[in-house]
Each structure stands twice: as C-alpha cells, then as structure tokens.
C-alpha cells in the first residue's frame, strides 16, 4: 500500500525540528501515528499518546527512536482532565520542556439525530472538543512558563488542532462530529488569538478524506472508493503521511507568520466538487 512505503521513509536530510520536544495524542494509529514519525524523521523528540493499543504505541516508538531522537508511549485518555494534566507534565520532566502539541485524538459515534442518544452526542464532543481543550490548556502553560529559546524555534510553542473538512462542511448522520469539529475551529481561533502575544501559535489542519481506520468504510471496497472519489477532485484518497507533513511544516519555522490559520489538506473536497460540471 502506498501508505506503507511512504512511512518508511528515509531520514529528512533537513531537520526541520531539530531539538524540539512534541507530543501527538492518538498516535497509535492512521494520522497520530504517521504524524509522530514525521515529526520525529524531521528532529523532535516525540511523547507518543495511546488509549487503547500499547503495542502499536511501543512500535511507534521503535520507529521515531530508528531516526536518533528520543520517544516514550503514554497512555491517557485525552477527556480526562487529571491524565491529561500528568501526561503534559510528564513531557516536561521527561524532555526538559515542550514546543509542539499536536491534539489530534478522535473518533466518531455516528447515528441518525433521532437516533442519537446524548451518550454518542457525549462521547464525541468530549474526546473531540474537550479534549483538544486540555491538551491545548496544558501545553500554553509550559509554552508560557518557558518563552521563546530562539535557538530552538521563533515561536514559544505550536499548537497544532486536528480539525476536519467538516468544520465547514454540513455531515448528516454525524451532528455530533461535525459539531465538534465545527467548535475545533473556533477554540483554535480564540486560542491563536489569545495566545498570539505570547508569541504561541495556534492552527488547526483540516483533513479530507484520509485512508485511516476511523472512515474505513468509505474507501474499503472498490464502490465505495469510487463514489469517495467523487467529492475529491484530486483524484486520490490521502494518506496519513499528505497530513503529517502538512503537521511538520506548520510546526516550523517555516510556517513562523502563520497564526490562527486553518490549513485544508484535502485534495480539493472543500472546492464544492458538485459544482464543477452544474450549479
Ligand atoms: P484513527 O481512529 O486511526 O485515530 C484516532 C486515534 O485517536 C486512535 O488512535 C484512537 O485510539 C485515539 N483516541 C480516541 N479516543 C481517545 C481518547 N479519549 N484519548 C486519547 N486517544 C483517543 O483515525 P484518524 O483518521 O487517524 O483520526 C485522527 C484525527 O483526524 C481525528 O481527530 C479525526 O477526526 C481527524 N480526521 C480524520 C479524517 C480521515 O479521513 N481519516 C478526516 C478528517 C479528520
């Protein structure tokens, strides 16, 4: 699969991210796990956070250490407000510090509205919403605490939210989830505002459809590839790795003036496909 060799990749010969310190929740699998490795190929020491699923943590771990830097697997559940609070302050005994947070922990609970029981509603606003809420929350205090180490990035600190192209774009059947990531965008705002005069950053990446356990459905079978293929006017599903990159480059300084800014990283899925050949 194109998605396995791509994560095989070879060493970065640029280390974008050199001496940095990240953690990444959700990083057992699809986009947290490809986004730990990339993050890890380009320089930064890596907390890899898990729920379920310790030894796919503990295989990601093996492969970021395989580029130099360093890695540790820690299990949390990212809506739980005491682990989250261990878990950051865990980074920052472990690391020294820390730069780059990357909340990008999720799932879904899908059901037709009246069908939806406020436990699926629940469940998916709190892992997806209040989730990036704490992780967010505890990360700005250590970037806060630390300031700006210009010698380590021009930034005191990333926060780097993983959103969805259905913060704009209407889900019927997931009201909770297109709920959640419609409020991503606007805790990422208010946060990058917020922030910005401490000079921490604050984006959110807006991902299409992405080839990951949480939409397997949608591109398993050859017919249900073809009708995804339908709203993507690139021509491909993406895979972990079109994200991850996208996570390294806005960690970066290359990304330094980019503040409050969500990226699409979509193959063109917000271009309103449907309007190409009508409307
Ligand atoms: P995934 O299911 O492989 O990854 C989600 C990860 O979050 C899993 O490892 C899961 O264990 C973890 N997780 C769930 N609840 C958690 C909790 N309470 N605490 C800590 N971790 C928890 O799916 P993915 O596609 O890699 O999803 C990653 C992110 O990307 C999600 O926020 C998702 O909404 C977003 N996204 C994915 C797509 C896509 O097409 N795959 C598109 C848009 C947005």
């Given at each position: 699969m194109a998605g396995k060799a791509k994560e095989?990749?070879?060493?970065?010969?640029?280390?974008?991210?050199?001496?940095q310190k990240a953690l990444v929740t959700g990083?057992?699998?699809g986009i947290g796990k490809a986004t730990a490795i990339a993050l890890g190929r380009a320089g930064a020491d890596v907390v890899v956070n898990y729920v379920s699923g310790a030894d796919q943590a503990a295989q990601v771990v093996e492969r970021i250490e395989a580029f130099g830097v360093s890695a540790y697997a820690h299990e949390a559940d990212v809506s739980d407000e005491d682990q989250v609070v261990a878990m950051v302050a865990r980074a920052v005994r472990e690391?020294?510090?820390?730069?780059i947070m990357v909340a990008n922990a999720g799932l879904q609970r899908d059901a037709a509205v009246t069908d939806m029981s406020l436990a699926q509603w629940q469940k998916v606003i709190d892992v997806n919403l209040t989730g990036q809420f704490l992780c967010a929350r505890e990360a700005a205090k250590e970037f806060l605490r630390r300031g700006v180490v210009p010698e380590v990035s021009r930034a005191a600190g990333k926060i780097i939210c993983m959103s969805s192209?259905?913060?704009v774009i209407p889900w019927a059947g997931h009201v909770n989830y297109a709920s959640s990531k419609g409020g991503v965008g606007m805790l990422m705002q208010t946060l990058a505002q917020e922030l910005a005069p401490h000079r921490v950053r604050v984006n959110a990446i807006a991902p299409g459809a992405?080839?990951?356990?949480?939409?397997r459905a949608a591109w398993e079978t050859p017919q249900a590839e073809a009708d995804l293929l339908k709203l993507i006017p690139y021509g491909r599903v993406g895979d972990p790795e079109d994200i991850a990159d996208a996570v390294v480059a806005m960690a970066?300084?290359?990304?330094?003036?980019?503040?409050g800014t969500t990226l699409y990283v979509d193959g063109g899925m917000t271009l309103f496909p449907g309007f190409a050949t009508g409307g």
């Open positions: 095989d990749r070879a060493p970065l010969g640029v280390q974008l991210l050199r001496g990083a057992s699998s690391f020294g510090t820390l730069d192209v259905h913060q992405i080839r990951t356990p949480i939409n970066s300084d290359l990304f330094d003036y980019v503040v």
